[in-house]
């Protein structure tokens, strides 16, 4: 059987390639990351960086912590890889010139396939950056989420304007309704920078799993279509039935729904001017030739193998960025 040389086959896998990045790049998001991730492209399985340094929306909180402990409020990322793959019969390549396009064909049907598998690689490291923060510890060395942040990690005796000197972003028996809401959306506005100031931070983004969707959208909508026309269930608390206006809307809350989020009780605030969460795309998702250990050939037993690799990370930034709340 006559088999395909790399030098052949390299106008198919160049194809293929370009073909799956292209794919990558025009997938829709599952949600609008570009909202509520900060996206930085930075080489290496490992990487350490100033988090002052990676977006200019934390200034405001960090304050002069970029200029006199650098190595304290870094933030190290390491990458999570996504590999895929999958084999074409290699006797279509050595077949007429409509098999060929008929073989090229089914690559670029499958490494579409592999593109929005990629791209909803990324939505899962969002949610799990998210559900990481009761045991990552940053600035301050406390998790992520905890009812007991000092307001000042270097002085312990500064205080809120309420007189507190801590502060919490970790809301408990706080089962999502209009109440809890207006709990998490005031207990938000108050979180202080640490001299004890205001940070005016804007919630904006309600981040549920599935199962509390629907009523994400009735306790943000300006108008809530009646109960009987959207699904089952029974409005409560400030919830509109679809008569009046729902004075809830007047927060600007955007519902984001996460599938891979595995509490179907828990959900979150997120602030507009911090995000919640970083992802770091490593390495480029790319088309590779499957070869022998030692074979100048693209195969050996009658397949043509394509793999698409790519690598990410996300984490968790600081956290007066998000609140986590609990049923």
Same mark, same amino acid.
């Given at each position: ?18 073909? /799956? %990045? ?10 609008? %990351? ?11 399985? %490992?990487? &350490?960086?100033? /988090?002052?340094?990676?977006?200019? %929306? ?33 006797? =279509? ?7 060929? /396009?008929? $073989? ?80 998490? &959306? ?69 519902? =984001? ?46 397949? &043509?193998?394509?793999?698409?690799? $790519? ?17």
């Amino acid at each position: 059987m006559p088999y395909v040389s790399a030098a052949t086959f390299n106008p198919f896998f160049d194809r293929a390639s370009q073909a /799956l %990045r292209t794919a990558l790049l025009s997938k829709t998001p599952k949600f609008n %990351r570009s909202e509520l991730c900060l996206e930085i492209s930075e080489p290496g399985i %490992r990487t &350490v960086f100033p /988090l002052a340094s990676a977006s200019s %929306r934390w200034q405001r909180w960090l304050g002069d912590k970029k200029f006199t402990d650098l190595v304290a409020y870094s933030i190290t990322l390491e990458s999570a890889p996504y590999h895929n793959s999958f084999a074409v019969d290699e006797a =279509v390549f050595t077949a007429n010139k409509n098999a060929q /396009l008929a $073989a090229m064909s089914v690559f670029e049907e499958n490494i579409s396939k592999i593109a929005s598998s990629a791209d909803d690689f990324k939505s899962l490291l969002f949610a799990n950056a998210l559900e990481a923060g009761d045991t990552k510890t940053y600035h301050d060395n406390v998790s992520i989420y905890s009812a007991s942040h000092p307001v000042s990690a270097a002085d312990p005796s500064v205080k809120t304007p309420s007189g507190s000197t801590t502060q919490s972003n970790l809301l408990t028996s706080s089962a999502l309704s209009a109440e809890t809401l207006k709990t998490a &959306v005031a207990t938000m506005r108050k979180f202080c920078d640490d001299s004890g100031l205001f940070l005016h931070l804007t919630p904006r983004y309600l981040i549920v799993p599935p199962a509390l969707e629907l009523l994400a959208w009735q306790l943000t909508v300006p108008q809530t279509i009646a109960l009987t026309h959207i699904g089952a269930g029974t409005a409560t608390g400030n919830v509109n039935t679809g008569t009046s206006p729902n004075a809830l809307a007047q927060f600007g809350i955007k519902p =984001v729904v996460v599938p891979y989020l595995t509490s179907d009780t828990t959900w979150y605030l997120g602030c507009e001017e911090i995000p919640q969460v970083i992802i770091n795309e490593f390495e480029a998702p790319t088309v590779v030739q499957y070869v022998g250990k030692d074979s100048p050939s693209v195969f050996y037993k009658g397949q &043509v193998q394509v793999s698409g690799t $790519a690598r990410w990370g996300a984490l968790s930034t600081v956290w007066p960025s998000i609140i986590k709340c609990t049923a």
